[in-house]
């Protein structure tokens, strides 16, 4: 089993869910699965921004058009590819700020570039500490492309978010925590929170953050 699944972020409500066989590709399905998420969405009337973040199974420039002629924002991982490391590395060396509150165990800064018309190709790179407590040698990048236009800080944070997806890809699988039946059928259209967000991810390279939110589910299906 190889899911694609989306979320609602500040509930974990199952807006929409795809199953693949095992050896299934990441991006295998994702234009489908968007086709019909978009859609699901929209007949829910909700109101309110909607950001699809999203692993690097989504990123191609279809996907960016659909999304953006749907009139949503997304953050969406990208591959290591030779233009994506050139771009990186011809971003100056004063334009990366660390974060301050990252873990102490790593050392992270943050930059960006333009990418495209009207999109940021956003970059964490990241040191760690090895076990003898010193910084290894070589940065780790990890990016993605993105329409939104707030703050730097803000979108790096948010998109970083995403991985919560894991949680509910956890839950739906078989064993002593998965959901009932019932918690994947379409919920009722509803006006969204401002805040909400819809989170989604092809493939095992999502990270669980610690807990889910212990909200209880708001009655709309909406990523607004």
């Known amino acids: 089993m190889h899911p694609i699944l989306a979320t609602r972020a500040d509930t974990g409500e199952v807006l929409h869910i795809r199953l693949r066989k095992g050896s299934a590709n990441t991006s295998r ?3 489908r699965f968007l086709d019909e998420l978009i859609a699901r969405i929209a007949r829910t009337n909700a109101t309110g921004p909607r950001l699809l973040r999203a692993d690097s199974g989504f990123w191609n420039n279809k996907t960016f058009d659909k999304l953006e002629a749907a009139g949503w924002d997304f953050s969406i991982g990208v ?3 030779p233009k994506i490391r050139a ?3 011809a971003i100056d060396e004063t334009a990366w700020t660390t974060l301050e509150d990252y873990p102490k165990t790593s050392i992270a800064q943050i930059a960006e570039t333009e990418w495209a018309t009207s999109r940021r190709l ?10 003898q407590g010193q910084l290894l040698p070589t940065w780790e990048h990890y990016a993605f492309i993105t329409n ?7 979108v790096e944070a948010e998109h970083r978010q995403h991985a919560q997806i894991e949680l509910a890809i956890r839950d739906q699988r078989p064993g002593p925590r998965a959901l009932p039946p019932a918690a994947f059928a379409p919920t009722a259209p509803g006006r969204s929170s401002p ?15 610690p807990t889910r939110p212990s909200a209880p589910p708001a009655p709309c299906a909406a990523a607004g």
């Not at 939104?148 to 803000?154: F, M, P, S, V, Y």
């Open 195 to 209: 805040r909400s967000r819809t989170t989604c991810c092809a493939g095992p390279s999502c990270l669980a953050p």
């Open 87 to 89: 771009a990186i590395e």
């Open 79 to 81: 591959r290591q590819n």
């Open 148 to 154: 939104r236009t707030d703050d730097l800080a803000l």
């Open 29 to 31: 399905g994702a234009g």
């Open 122 to 131: 956003v970059i964490r790179r990241v040191r760690t500490l090895d076990r």
